[in-house]
């Protein structure tokens, strides 16, 4: 299984950077996937995941209402739209997904390079 982020980038407070993540490998549509970040100094957190089918979601507080994550199951691809972006966002993210099938509650084990968000104020 391979992950590869891009999109990342430097952006100004409050503009907006679209993520994307390509997967090969295997069968896309069967596996949720999610969206981490990492800032310097911190732990990883996860900041939204979605399920196989697109059905159920998931956003950190921190997130919620200015970022939206989706998946286009034909392309292999997952996105983060993240909108009013803040200093506070600049990390590197990663997108992550399990190996188990169909489920929404699993141990992330493959995971991409990781792309830059910096946010300036």
């Known amino acids: 299984v391979q992950l590869a982020e891009s999109g990342g980038g430097l952006v100004q407070s409050g503009g907006s950077l679209r993520l994307s993540c390509v997967v090969s490998?295997?069968?896309?549509?069967?596996?949720?996937m999610a969206w981490f970040r990492q800032a310097p100094g911190k732990e990883r957190e996860l900041v939204a995941h979605v399920s196989w089918g697109g059905h159920v979601e998931y956003y950190t507080d921190s997130v919620r209402g200015r970022f939206t994550i989706s998946r286009d199951n034909a392309k292999n691809t997952l996105y983060l739209q993240m909108n009013s972006l803040k200093p506070e966002d600049t990390a590197v993210y990663y997108c992550?997904?399990?190996?188990?099938?169909?489920?929404?509650?699993?141990?992330?084990?493959?995971w991409g390079q990781g792309t830059q968000v910096t946010v300036s104020s």
């Open positions: 992550a997904t399990p190996d188990q099938m169909y489920v929404t509650e699993a141990p992330y084990v493959h």
């Open positions: 490998g295997r069968m896309f549509g069967k596996y949720t």
